[in-house]
Nanobody, 125 residues
């Protein structure tokens, strides 16, 4: 079935940038949306950003709006998260996820059923 693999995490200083990538396997991969979530240490998982796969549409958490940009390459089955002006509060394990169903709600509310293993992002102060 579908496998998602994240890459690009690491340790950066506050104000720096990182670009996360997510590669999806499978010849039948055709999600409704792809998203990025994160789980800071000691906290619950939270929504970061998402993008519709076949139409134009993105959504971002207020905490990252203006700093992070999500993008996709449908031909390569990849999604990326460009993270600029990183803050220590961005420190978390970042997960790539995919949804196969649409929703009347926001991209955040989509049912994400496929998940990667996560990649660590640490922002030092």
């Amino acid at each position: 079935q579908v496998q998602l693999v994240e890459s690009g995490g690491g340790l950066v200083q506050a104000g720096g940038s990182l670009r996360l990538s997510c590669a999806a396997s499978g010849r039948t991969f055709s999600p409704s949306a792809m998203g990025w979530f994160r789980q800071p240490p000691g906290k619950e998982r939270e929504f970061v950003a998402a993008i519709r796969w076949n139409t134009i549409g993105t959504d971002y958490a207020d905490s990252v709006k203006g700093r992070f940009t999500i993008s996709r390459d449908n031909a390569k089955n990849t999604v990326a998260l460009q993270m600029n002006s990183l803050k220590p509060e961005d420190t978390a394990v970042y997960y790539c996820a995919a949804s196969q169903t649409t929703s009347w709600g926001t991209l955040k509310s989509y049912n994400y059923v496929y998940w990667g293993q996560g990649t660590q992002v640490t922002v030092s102060s």
